[in-house]
């Protein structure tokens, strides 16, 4: 074949392509009008209201916002996932008896904290936890899963100290609701997906992720039918960027995804000018990415073996203190990541 031949052949092909390609980038705009800042900033000021009381596992104040989060999940038209119920409850361990760290993180939770959920739901004299989990199924029976998660329990109250928790986590539970109601719109419309799609409020991240590792195990899905799962944890303070500029997102695991699905991130946030800068290295240092990787519900699913990513702004000097309030998240910017990750998660369907 004649080089001149060849790059007709590969024109028309192209054009043939091209639009279909353009199409699928463009209809994602049909639903990112529902990632709205009223939206989000309303979650985040029920989680973080001093009723709540800082949302300590095992509270009836965590059990509040666990129904809080099934009826939105309800109200957007998510089904429960293999149950007439959103709520996965499991048993939380009793007050002062520490249950272990998150695998080789070196963490666990404070004494403190346990002091705090001493005073538990309980059923049959147990303590528990509940992670909340929605459903949108795909359109094959035979399609694999996405999971998106964040967790919604927190320090609680500590006699007259009350720790909010705004960044750590309701951003991310707030992020979550929003992707939930966005992509909830599309399988009421169009009944489209590519992958079955799970959202998972966990609760008990701060018993050493005892929350996501009772999911993992309970699911019932395969884990090879798992592509990827994405968690939002601590995504909406502008005040730890890695460079100069302050809209940032740091992302961890991507390496775990496979070479397109990563090129989907980079390519959703150039083409739809969000400006992000996307950091893949957690500060450039290896050692503090395999620390902080392992510190949040990631981690159970990593463990099993399933790719997993980890969205998040970082630490900064308000987190876990009483000065995680709203005031201090960057508003703007956490709508820009939310769009980013659910033009990301379109990509990738």
């Known amino acids: 074949m004649n080089v001149r031949k060849f790059f007709a052949i590969m024109a028309l092909i192209l054009s043939a392509v091209a639009p ?80 272990g760290t998150a695998s080789g993180s070196g963490y666990s939770y404070t004494d403190a904290y346990r002091r705090a959920t001493g005073s538990a739901v309980q059923e049959d004299g147990v303590k528990k936890g509940y ?16 999971v998106i998660g964040a967790h919604f329990d927190h320090i609680g109250s500590l006699g007259e100290r009350f720790y909010p928790g705004a960044d750590d986590n309701a951003s991310g539970v707030a992020a979550m609701l929003e992707l939930a109601q966005a992509f909830a719109q599309r399988y009421k419309e169009k009944g489209d997906l590519g992958h079955n799609i799970v959202f998972v409020a966990f609760d008990g991240n701060n018993y050493s992720l005892l929350g996501s590792r009772h999911f993992v195990s309970r699911c019932g899905i395969s884990h ?5 799962m994405i968690n939002l944890d601590q995504i909406g303070s502008t005040l730890a960027a890695p460079g100069e500029n302050p809209e940032y997102l740091l992302v ?42 392992k510190l949040s519900d990631q981690q159970s699913f990593t463990a099993a073996g399933i790719p997993a990513l980890l ?20 508003m703007p910017v956490l709508q820009k990541r939310i769009e980013l990750i659910y033009r990301f998660l379109w990509l990738i369907l």
């Not at 969205?311 to 960057?330: P, W």
């Open 20 to 99: 279909r390609l353009q199409g699928q980038v463009h209809s994602s705009s049909s639903y990112a009008y529902l990632l709205d800042e009223e939206g989000t900033s309303s979650h985040i000021d029920f989680l973080t209201s001093p009723r709540i009381a800082g949302r300590a596992a095992g509270t009836p104040q965590a059990r509040e916002v666990a129904e809080y989060i099934a009826a939105q999940m309800e109200s957007y038209g998510l089904q429960p996932f293999r149950s007439v119920s959103f709520f996965q409850p499991f048993n939380l361990p009793a007050a002062g008896r520490g249950q």
């Open 131 to 146: 992670n909340v989990v929605g459903y949108l199924p795909a359109a094959r029976k035979d399609a694999g899963y996405i």
């Open 224 to 228: 090879g039918k798992i592509t990827c």
């Open 252 to 293: 961890l695991g991507a390496d775990k995804l496979q070479p397109w699905q990563k090129e989907q991130m980079d390519f959703a946030n150039s083409f739809f000018r969000l400006g992000l800068h996307l950091d893949y290295t957690y500060y450039g240092s290896p050692e503090f990415y395999n620390i902080f990787y």
């Open 311 to 330: 969205f998040t702004s970082g630490i900064t000097g308000h987190t876990n203190k009483e000065s995680d309030v709203a005031a201090n998240l960057g």
